[in-house]
Nanobody
Framework: QLQASGGGLVQAGDSLRLSCAAS????????MGWFRQAPGKEREFVAGISRAGNLYYADSVKGRFTISRDNAKNTMYLQMTSLKPEDTAVYYC?????????????????WGQGTQVTVSS
């Protein structure tokens, strides 16, 4: 089970950190990812992290967002800086069996409930 948190209303240029807490003892066995879905749009890949800590980012967030994980705390993070109004979306965390994350939603086995991020201009 995944629980996403940390969303909120911020201004353009602000920072925000999302957390994804996982239950169970096998968190370190999963590739993890963050996705987001803006109103009227499809859910899209934002960032992913492998079991070994390899990082993957969508071009739209490279240099602004940083994904990380703490296996001892069963938690994944998404540090978001220089936020833009186009980053407004519901952000979801997801876990997939296997070494690496994926940009494809269908590859993930577990999803969190989502946390709203709203960036005002």
């Amino acid at each position: 089970q995944l629980q996403a948190s940390g969303g909120g209303l911020v201004q353009a240029g602000d920072s925000l950190r999302l957390s994804c807490a996982a239950s169970g003892r096998t968190f370190g066995s999963y590739g993890m990812g963050w996705f987001r879905q803006a109103p009227g749009k499809e859910r899209e890949f934002v960032a992913g992290i492998s079991r070994a800590g390899n990082l993957y980012y969508a071009d739209s967030v490279k240099g602004r967002f940083t994904i990380s994980r703490d296996n001892a705390k069963n938690t994944m993070y998404l540090q978001m800086t220089s936020l833009k109004p186009e980053d407004t979306a519901v952000y979801y965390c997801a876990a997939k069996t296997g070494w690496s994350p994926s940009q494809l939603m269908r590859d993930y086995d577990y999803w969190g409930q989502g946390t709203q991020v709203t960036v005002s201009s």
